[in-house]
């Protein structure tokens, strides 16, 4: 168990309709990263949160949003839901143990994953 | 887009055969992960390298860090079914991203 929730599991709709996942971190984690696990374009980053305010986006559609509460957990909030959507989402949260290495600026903290949402679009 | 690329995708092995997946970029990483899935499940962390050249041992895995900090590699000595599983690299770039491998999926025949 990573302590990471997620929920819901599994959810299953149609084309056209807005989903929410939730998230919570474990205990403690102030960051919280959300990714998408597809057959054919493995983990892709999506967005990051830092105690409530996003430090960093990746491949996340304009269609797709993100938040995270006072309570630090999150959701991701997934909108005119295409068949292509279809996928894993993945919330890690972590804590961030920043250091150097030579000249480069190195993050070691560990992710933690929770089980994911598995989305399907029909 | 990926910009980590890892290989081979797809391995089948019988256990007791020794085997080593690769993780290449052209792109430089300031820190870089291994990650172990199972399916229903998110990635469990195994290492993490942050020195160019640095070699680190985990019991039959042995990790290293390209010296240019582009690539890593992963081997595992007398793989056992338990070590089935998809091995995913991970990069972290500077901007807080920490981007993820294509993947290498390992079959551990007994």
């Known amino acids: 168990d990573s302590g990471v929730t997620q929920t819901p599991k599994h959810l299953i709709t149609a084309t056209g309709q807005r989903v929410t996942l939730r998230c919570s971190p474990r205990s403690g984690d102030l960051s919280v990263y959300w990714y998408q696990q597809s057959l054919d374009q493995g983990l892709q980053f999506l967005i990051q949160?830092?105690?409530?305010?996003?430090?960093a986006k990746g491949n996340i559609l304009e269609r797709f949003s993100a938040q995270q509460f006072p309570d630090l957990h999150s959701e991701l909030n997934l909108s005119s839901l295409e068949l292509g959507d279809s996928a894993l989402y993945f919330c890690a949260s972590s804590q961030r143990n920043m250091g150097t290495s030579g000249t480069y600026t190195v993050n070691t903290g560990e992710l933690f994953f929770g089980e994911g949402s598995r989305l399907t679009v029909l | 887009t990926q910009l980590l690329e890892q290989s081979p995708q797809f391995l089948s092995i019988q256990e007791g055969e020794n085997l080593t997946v690769y993780c290449n970029s052209s792109?430089?990483?300031?820190?870089l992960q291994w990650y172990r899935q199972e399916p229903g499940e998110g990635p469990v962390l195994l290492v993490t390298v942050v020195t160019g050249g640095e070699v680190k041992k985990l019991k039959r895995l042995t990790f290293q860090f390209g010296d240019a900090r582009k690539d890593s590699s992963l081997h595992i000595t007398a793989a056992q079914p338990g070590d089935t599983g998809l091995y995913l690299c991970?990069?972290?770039?500077?901007?807080?991203?920490?981007?993820f491998g294509t993947g290498t999926s390992l079959t551990v025949i007994p």
């Open positions: 991970a990069g972290y770039h500077t901007g807080n991203q920490f981007y």
């Open positions: 792109s430089v990483f300031s820190s």
């Open positions: 949160y830092y105690n409530g305010e996003e430090r």
